[in-house]
């Protein structure tokens, strides 16, 4: 079935660090894939998106470019802010009946430190 | 816009206590969802709607039973609370299934005791 594997964490980076959190999914033919960010105490929201191979999402200083050669979905930024202090979530639609929910993965935790 | 609300914020129940977790969104998103979320894990679906009368069993369902009457509103109804329901739920919706965006609520942190 779907699934999706994301970087374990938690990540620790000083400020102006460089981020990468890897993730590589298994699905049936070539979906949207999303990354989500959850702030502390707050719910999920959408950080950035593609919809088709070779596609790069971009949002707030992210990017992730969709691999359909090595079915996966990085993210990354150049250099991190305290602000960006969050647990990333890598995610793309179920491909069985109704497609209705999201498959996310475990998420990965990351701590700014000044 | 409000977006997606959720209430309460936090409860405790006891083992075998009955409740409800509100959900309301003022988007007039006619798709709308329940998950969980656990320590260290994604997020599971419980619950799902595709509109107001219509709704759908999940990844995760068992223990708990929603309803649809308007498209604004989608409560989750715990019955017979076990330890096992302790988590944190998030209600979501969406204007389209599968490629859209989902706006998530706050969430609830439930714990059963």
């Known amino acids: 079935g779907d699934s999706v594997t994301q970087m374990e964490g938690p990540v620790t980076l000083s400020e102006e660090a460089c981020l990468t959190i890897?993730?590589?999914?298994?699905?049936?033919?070539?979906?949207?894939l999303f990354w989500y960010v959850q702030y502390p105490g707050e719910g999920l929201q959408l950080l950035l998106k593609a919809t088709k191979a070779d596609d790069k999402g971009s949002n707030k200083g992210f990017e992730a470019t969709y691999r359909k050669e090595t079915t996966s979905f990085h993210l990354e930024k150049g250099s991190v802010q305290v602000s960006d202090s969050a647990v990333y979530f890598c995610?793309?639609?179920?491909?069985?009946?109704?497609?209705?929910?999201?498959?996310f993965g475990k998420g990965t935790k990351l701590s700014v430190i000044p | 816009n409000a977006g997606v609300t959720q209430t309460p914020k936090f409860r405790i129940l006891k083992i075998g206590q009955s409740m409800t977790l509100q959900c309301t969104q003022d988007?007039?998103?006619?798709?709308m969802y329940w998950y969980r979320q656990d320590p260290g894990m994604g997020l599971k679906l419980i619950y799902y709607s595709v509109g107001a009368g219509i709704t759908d069993k999940g990844e995760v369902p068992n223990g708990y039973n929603v309803s649809r009457s308007t498209t604004e509103d989608f409560p989750l109804r715990l019955e017979l609370a076990a330890p096992s329901q302790t988590s944190v739920y998030f209600c979501?919706?969406?204007?389209?299934?599968?490629?859209?965006?989902?706006?998530f609520g706050p969430g609830t942190r439930l714990t059963v005791l």
């Open positions: 995610a793309l639609p179920y491909s069985g009946a109704g497609s209705y929910q999201l498959t």
């Open positions: 979501a919706s969406s204007r389209l299934r599968g490629v859209d965006e989902q706006f």
């Open positions: 890897n993730c590589t999914y298994t699905a049936t033919g070539y979906p949207s």
């Open positions: 988007m007039n998103h006619n798709y």
